[in-house]
């Protein structure tokens, strides 16, 4: 990965070009530059799938935002760059509570969340819940929103870095992922957990799903371990238990009306002081390829937003 110049972008109609001053960095752009993404762009591509700023121009037929509105956007490619053009649409005007580098990096990690935790895994008040890999983007931010929700919340990580870092964003108590997780879960929980929120996959899914209660819901974030695990049905069967998927990225795709309701119904949170998101780490943007190779080997806390 390489910075270098490139046009400056014009609007075309419908279309802002916003003036980057945070892009927040993804597992899936690291999925991306590695070309082990679904979707492979040709080469060569600016990487970076959301960013906060402002806008700067809007083309024809453009309603708003206007011009010198502070917005963050999710715009797939592009991201990591000093101006992104995104359609008018997709920039979303943010509250001053929030800075551009949290701007940057909330959308995925909190949308992602709340619509796993809420509408797919049914939380309610009171109920106890596992987050595994509670320590990275996706899994911080489920600590927060569950919090937010009113659950009991165990956070599962690998070091005492990440597992400190959830203790700070709300976690009730913390668990050694290396250590017995079905046994530690269960004692924590006295019995089960209701639900189990996992981002990691791997090695770590038998025991989370053998941690869960009667009826206890089972959320598929994604698999960072880098391995898909093969689950045992008769552990399902076993206390009613569910396993239920959550592709957050294609629900929002084409759901785009939903997506922007959930997107507000988090930021009027912010605003009204019940979530406060975490404060990610900021490097300069010819930092890229460093940040992504640090994300994907399990190097990072929390989140990291560059810089242009
Ligand atoms: N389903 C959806 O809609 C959706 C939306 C957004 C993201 N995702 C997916 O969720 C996953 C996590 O995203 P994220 O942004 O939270 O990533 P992240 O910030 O890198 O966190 C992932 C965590 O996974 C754990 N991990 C275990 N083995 C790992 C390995 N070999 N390499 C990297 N991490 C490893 C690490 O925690 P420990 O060190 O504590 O084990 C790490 O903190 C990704 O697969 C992403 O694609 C899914």
């Known amino acids: 990965m390489t910075v270098t110049e490139i046009k400056p972008l014009e609007p075309g109609p419908g279309q802002v070009v916003i003036t980057v001053e945070a892009a927040g960095v993804n597992y899936v752009d690291g999925l991306f530059v590695h070309g082990r993404y679904q979707i492979k762009p040709p ?89 595994l890999g509670a320590g990275g983007g996706v899994g911080l931010a489920a600590v927060q929103v569950a919090k937010a929700l009113g659950a009991r919340v165990l956070a599962g990580a ?57 009826n206890g819901r089972y959320l598929v974030i994604g698999f960072a371990s880098g391995t898909i695990p093969a689950l045992p049905l008769n552990q399902v069967l076993l206390r009613n238990r569910a396993v239920v998927g959550v592709d957050w990225g294609a629900w929002s795709g084409s759901n785009p009306q939903a997506q922007r309701a959930l997107l507000n119904e988090l930021l009027r949170q912010v605003r009204d002081g019940h979530l406060d998101p975490v404060p990610p780490h900021t490097e300069p943007l010819d930092a890229a390829g460093k940040v992504l190779d640090d994300l994907l080997n399990r190097r990072v806390i929390g989140k990291v937003a560059l810089l242009p």
């Open 43 to 131: 080469l060569p591509f600016v990487p970076g799938s959301e960013i906060a700023g402002t806008v700067t121009a809007v083309g024809p037929d453009v309603t708003g935002p206007a011009v010198g509105t502070r917005v963050l956007a999710g715009c797939g490619l592009g991201g990591f760059a000093e101006q992104v053009v995104v359609p008018a649409a997709a920039a979303v005007p943010i509250p001053d509570e929030l800075d551009a580098a949290r701007a940057a990096t909330f959308t995925q990690s909190y949308c992602t969340a709340l619509s796993a935790l809420r509408e797919r895994g049914g939380l309610k008040p009171g109920e106890n819940i596992l987050v």
């Open 158 to 214: 690998s070091t005492e870095g990440k597992r400190d870092a959830a203790l700070a964003a709300g976690a009730d108590a913390v668990l050694d992922t290396s250590t017995d997780v079905k046994s530690a879960a269960r004692a924590w929980s006295e019995g089960g957990v209701d639900l189990v929120y996992d981002p990691v996959g791997g090695a770590l899914a038998d025991p989370a799903l053998r941690a869960l209660r009667e």
